[in-house]
């Protein structure tokens, strides 16, 4: 009998005033294991970059899934996300018999999933995720920031620092931030 194929997921972007969540889900070789993998927040970029090509190059299947601006605005934060780690799960090569998602609460999928909070921390193929899902969104914001050098999205983000929220006064939102969130609606006189 085979082993049973788990998938680990997670999402990165939740708290941030701009760009897509993004979402990772991983199936792990137990042939292959990968050492130090952990929550990406309890990394270095260094190592969370180093740990991104390992887990590539040795998962049975891992992918990317995401929700856009435009859906988080439209759906919520909560729904948007949901969504995301659907589609991470549903553009997996293989298909998992069972799915540990980090935090409380599970998508609608196909197969058994169970959520598992601070699963990051504890389940290798959730950190796996985390880790995945985090090195993409970080990716996304230094493009981001090449785009639009005046927010230092390549400092904080996206997240609502001090730095984010004095530049979001001074230049106004970007296309690319959330309209939805308490902070760019009040920059923009929507509250």
Known sequence: MREKLIAGVDEVG??????DVVTAAVILDPKHPISGLHDSKKLSEKKRIQLAAEIKAKALAWSIGRASVEEIDTLNILHATMLAMQRAVESLSIIPDEVLIDGNRCPQLAMPAQAIIKGDGL??????????????????????????????????KGYPTALHLEKLSLHGATPYHRVSFKPVQRILGLD
């Not at 995720?129 to 400092?155: C, H, N, T």
């Open 14 to 19: 939740r708290g941030p005033l701009v760009g």
């Open 123 to 156: 389940i290798d193929c959730i950190s796996a995720a985390s880790i995945l899902a985090k090195v993409q969104r970080d990716k996304e914001m230094l493009a981001l920031d090449g785009l639009y050098p005046l927010y230092g999205f390549a400092k904080h």
